[in-house]
């Protein structure tokens, strides 16, 4: 299975690598149709405390804005990680979802061959990628991170 989930973590990194200078990542993000929608309270209560949520039908984001602040208060009042902005910690849990719905709507996004491969995947295999790739995401994007990437990600569960 190793070279299918190179091939698919490439084939999605360069995706991602599309969003357009100057577009923000919700925008990017609405314009391929999914919805995004920011609620205040996530409805998991007890140790599973989702951030955020990708339902495919109609495709649609949830951000669960009261874990996203726990979450910050843990990095900048636990941990000590200054200058991290919740709207970054938002970014993460977008990218996260959104890369569920490259998977789930893998033959919308890609050609069909990739997005045969791409659908070959099973879903633990693609949760681990989402991860390793919203990882790699980060490292580019915000290299200015680098140091607490993985304080950050450490307790990122999206
Ligand atoms: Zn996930």
Known sequence: MDTPKADIRHILIDYLARQEPGTSLSEWITG???????LEKSPRRGTLLLRSEYQPNPPTILIYQDVIEM?????????GL?????????ELCLVHELL???FVRAKTHFPRQEARLIRK??????????????????????PQYNDPLNQILDIHEC
Do not use: C
């Not at 391929?32 to 920011?38: H, L, P, Q, S, V």
């Open 100 to 102: 569920h719905d490259l």
């Open 71 to 79: 979450w910050h208060t843990k990095l900048v009042e636990e941990m």
């Open 32 to 38: 391929m149709g999914i919805e995004i929608r920011e």
């Open 121 to 142: 995947i099973s879903l633990r295999q693609e949760e681990f990628l989402v991860r390793e790739i919203v990882r790699d995401w980060m490292k580019s994007r915000y």
């Open 82 to 90: 200054t200058g991290i902005e919740e709207s970054l910690l938002k």
